[in-house]
Nanobody, 123 residues
């Protein structure tokens, strides 16, 4: 069982930056693939970025080159550095954990979810 708690969301102007953090409980954090998803008002939850247990990463096309996912296994934390933010990045951002090997973009592959943190980008 893994519990995930996101933090770092807030209000930022377009072009600005934020860093989201996701703190995980448990001693097996390093064995999980981790991901960020987001859900804008009235829309489905979408994949943003994921990082494997060995540090490989993948990104949605909409954030590639602007967002960076990283993990610190000693701190049981995964991060999402978001630069050059746009109003269309406004959403609730969720952290998720997948205990299986590999790296998935699919929401249903992730067994554990945080409660979400709001990111609002003003124009």
């Amino acid at each position: 069982q893994v519990q995930l708690v996101e933090s770092g969301g807030g209000l930022v102007q377009a072009g600005g930056s934020l860093r989201l953090s996701c703190a995980a409980s448990g001693r097996t954090f390093s064995s999980y693939a981790m991901a960020w998803f987001r859900q804008a008002p009235g829309k489905e939850r979408d994949f943003v970025a994921a990082i494997s247990r060995i540090g490989s990463s993948t990104y949605a096309n909409s954030v590639k080159g602007r967002f960076t996912i990283s993990r610190d296994n000693a701190e049981n934390t995964v991060y999402l550095q978001m630069n050059s933010l746009k109003p269309e990045d406004t959403a609730v951002y969720y952290c998720a954990a997948d205990p299986r090997p590999g790296l998935s973009l699919w929401e249903h592959m992730y067994d554990y979810w945080g409660q979400g943190t709001q990111v609002t980008v003003s124009s």
